[in-house]
């Protein structure tokens, strides 16, 4: 059995291949990297005879050392594994340069090109910044009650857009686009409905994820950008990213679980040459 591990700020993922067939599970991160919490994922695996190594990679993974009892910890780093991770998910090739927006509790931004991966940006907004948000303006961190009520909101409830500032055009940007997020708020008494923020915080992240993303595509000439990573599972920050994206003429890949790039890339790269590390 290969194994590899993820350490999340928000959640851990655990990918396993047993006899040719992979599995994924999660868990809430509640403590940092330790061969106690190993031992607690992986209560029913003997690791002197049942795992050929273990590949881990985010978070403070180091600390694991280099052996559980008699299994290799292979460290893969991060960027390395969101990459490889992402770019097995999407399908596309990697002789041209692709954007890679790994949006977890944080955004970043790696450019991958024939098989190397380059952290090149990104932005502290993710879907943390929803969370903290949330527990600060809707009084939740429940993800599914956030995407429930942003599902039922409408941002344009709290944000200005360009029809509301401007009396003609700016380029080619819709009348709807997002002028000031959360602007709107300022210049009204009446009361805002938790829907509307729920919608608004969700805006604001998915189109911060999506201006830092196309800027460095248009910087690096990629004319792809694939997203993995959890927070587009708000569908709201999704079709955010989407259309912000669009703008700039951009059709972003959203894979089939995406959610575990980090923790698939971490296996696939210690499988390709276990030796190696």
């Given amino acids: 059995m290969d194994i590899s591990i993820d350490f999340g700020i928000t959640v851990t993922d655990i990918i396993k291949r047993d006899e040719g067939v992979l599995s994924h599970e999660m868990t809430l991160s509640k403590e940092e990297p330790s061969l106690s919490l190993v031992k607690q994922l992986f209560s029913d695996i003997d690791f002197k005879s049942d795992v050929n190594f273990l590949a881990v990679t985010g978070g403070k993974h180091l600390s694991l050392g280099n052996n559980i009892e008699s299994t290799k910890v292979i460290h893969v780093n991060e960027i390395d594994a969101v990459g490889e991770g992402a770019m097995k998910l999407s399908g596309l090739s990697d002789k041209n340069p692709t954007i890679i927006v790994s949006a977890g509790s944080g955004t970043a931004c ?4 024939e098989g190397n991966f380059v952290h090149c940006s990104g932005t502290g907004v993710g879907g943390g910044t929803v969370l903290g948000l949330s527990k600060l303006l809707l009084g939740t961190t429940d993800p599914v009650e956030i995407a429930e009520l942003a599902k039922a909101g409408n941002e344009s409830g709290v944000d200005l857009i360009l029809d509301d500032v401007v009396s003609g055009p700016i380029g080619e940007l819709p009348s709807d686009t997002t002028a000031v997020n959360f602007g709107k708020i300022s210049k009204i008494d009446s009361e805002i409905s938790k829907q509307d923020i729920a919608a608004g ?4 992240v ?3 994820a999506a201006r830092i993303a196309t800027s460095v595509a248009t910087t690096f000439n990629a004319k792809e950008i694939v ?12 079709n955010s990213l989407e259309q912000a994206a669009s703008i700039m003429g951009f059709s972003p890949h959203f894979p089939n679980n995406g959610e575990y790039a980090s923790a698939l890339g971490a296996l696939l790269i210690a499988e390709k040459n276990p030796s190696e590390f």
């Fill in 227 to 238: 997203v993995v990573g959890r927070s587009p599972s708000f569908n709201g920050l999704k």
């Fill in 110 to 113: 790696i450019l991958a090109q």
């Fill in 206 to 208: 998915g189109q911060t």
């Fill in 201 to 204: 915080i969700v805006n604001l």
